[in-house]
Structures are given as C-alpha cells and as structure tokens.
C-alpha cells in the first residue's frame, strides 16, 4: 500500500500548522501516513515552532521540537493527496499555486471536517495568550480524529 500524505498548512508555520502535524502524526501509523506542515509566507523559515505552541503540545504528550519553520510549494501540490490549511487566507493562497483541477481539490479547510460546508477559520492564536493555543488544539484535536476516520475507513 502507498504512503497517504498529509500536509498541514497555516500562514508561518509556527503556530497552528505545527500543532495540527504533531496532532495528526500521534492518531495515525506512521508508516502508513506521512503527515508534515507548511506555510503561505516566507516569515519562519527554519523556526521552530512558537514556544506556546510547543508547550501546549508538551501539555498534551506530543513533542513538537523536531519540526521547522517551511514555505509551502507548487511541488507540495504535486506530492500530497491532502492539504488541510487553517483558513480561508491559507485557502486562497494554497488555491493560487494549484496548476490543475486535480490539485485544487486536494486544499481543504480542516475544520469543514467537524463544520462541514460551514468554511470556519482556525483562529491564529499568535497574538493572543496561551488560552489561544489550546483552543486551537482542541480543533485540531476533534478535526484530525474525522480525518483518521475517513483515512481508515477508505474516503481519504
């Protein structure tokens, strides 16, 4: 069986992004999924992820420390079957590098996984204090648990 692939996408790549990879990778069998994130912009190449990112992560078990700051390509369009970004702004800038329809339908919103049709933001935390963070956790939490249904059930 081939490896599905997985990407994660948010404007730096440093808050929601990271989060949502490290949430995904712990649900699903590595081996069978690979799972990695990026960003629209160009701003945290090579960052780690925010450090209340890693701490909320930390909180829930998950070591988040590995990852790195990247920009999302039209290569990564080409190499993944699923792009989930945060929200509506990640969606428009992922859509502007699709070169064919087949690409365009992998970019979905991830929380249209728990709000089906609904197009609802993941909220950038960024700016806001740590509550910010595990709220964003908590989304992703309920959103990659609809994706490892639909992955083991065969729809992903």
Same mark, same amino acid.
């Given at each position: 069986?081939? *490896? *599905? ?53 930390? *909180? ?91 992955? *083991?059930?065969?729809?992903?």
């Amino acid at each position: 069986m081939e *490896k *599905k692939r997985i990407l994660m996408v948010c404007l730096g790549n440093i808050c929601r992004s990271p989060l949502a990879e490290g949430v995904l990778k712990a649900k699903v069998n590595t081996n069978e999924v690979y799972v990695d994130s990026a960003g629209t912009s160009n701003y945290h190449i090579n960052d780690l992820p925010d450090r209340r990112s890693i701490a909320t992560a930390r *909180k829930h078990g998950l070591d988040i420390t590995d990852q790195r700051g990247r920009q999302l390509t039209r290569q990564d369009l080409k190499d993944f079957d699923h792009i989930f970004v945060m929200d509506n702004s990640n969606y428009r800038d992922a859509l502007a590098l699709a070169e064919s329809e087949a690409e365009k339908e992998k970019i979905k919103l991830i929380l249209n996984e728990i709000f089906p049709g609904e197009n609802v933001d993941v909220p950038d935390p960024y700016y806001g204090g740590d509550q910010g963070f595990e709220n964003v956790y908590q989304m992703l939490d309920e959103a990659t648990a609809k994706i490892v249904e639909k992955l *083991k059930n065969g729809t992903y």
